[in-house]
Structure formats: structure tokens, C-alpha cells
């Protein structure tokens, strides 16, 4: 969701990737449902690993869940401003449908909200 959410937001200003350490091989349907119920395009969206990105020189390299804090990131050249964005994973949601929608819109406002405060204030 932060990659969709920094490409629509930032309109131009910043073109995003998102990869992760332990991808699953896809991306969770429901994230792409809630872009698309907040009128944001999902572009086509796919699972992939940080390491397909290791030779690239990023400016800013935002992790977004809880546990990434933790994790040891690569090392990208450039040095690239580092953040961290502490984001529960609404993949792990559990209940009926209106709970696990609730969890993915929360983490989509969260993202939002720091998007906007962070990178486009």
C-alpha cells in the first residue's frame, strides 16, 4: 500500500518501489482492495525481494512494519535516508470481513497520514 500511496500522493515528486525480505510471492488482495475503495490505483502490483533492488541507489528507504525495525536492511549505494514507519500488518487481520477491511484501512490511514506529514509537508 505505501508504494501506491507515495506514487498517487507525491503526483511525480517521488516514484516509489516496494520489495521486502521474506516476500510471499503475491501481494494480499485486500491491500489492492482498499487502494481501490480510497480511489487510489494500485498500478499492477507485485511481490518481490529487496535483493532485486540492491544495486540501485535510493534516496530514502522507508521500512513500514513492526517486526522490519528489527531486521537487518541492505545496504543500498548512496546512503539513503533511512525511516522507519512502525505499521501493524493488516495481512495478519483476524474476524469477519468488516474486521479485516477496518485493519486494512487503518494501516492505509496510518500510511497516508505519514506520507503526507513526512514527505509532502
Given at each position: 500500500m505505501a508504494e501506491a500511496l507515495i506514487n498517487h500522493l507525491g503526483q511525480g515528486r517521488y516514484h516509489a518501489v516496494s520489495a521486502g525480505s521474506h516476500p510471499t510471492g503475491q501481494v494480499h488482495p485486500r491491500s489492492?482492495?482498499?487502494l481501490k475503495r480510497h480511489g487510489v490505483n494500485p498500478g499492477e502490483p507485485?511481490?518481490?525481494s529487496w535483493d532485486e533492488f540492491a544495486?540501485?541507489?535510493f534516496d530514502l528507504v522507508i521500512t513500514v512494519c513492526d517486526q522490519a525495525a528489527g531486521e537487518s536492511c541492505?545496504?543500498?549505494p548512496?546512503?539513503?535516508e533511512k525511516l522507519h514507519w512502525s505499521t501493524p500488518d493488516p495481512a495478519k487481520a483476524t474476524g469477519?470481513?468488516?474486521d479485516i477491511n477496518s485493519t486494512f484501512d487503518e494501516a492505509f490511514y496510518l500510511l497516508k497520514d505519514r506520507i503526507k506529514k513526512e514527505l509532502l509537508s
Open positions: 489492492v482492495e482498499t507485485r511481490s518481490k544495486d540501485m541507489s541492505p545496504v543500498f548512496g546512503s539513503p469477519d470481513d468488516d
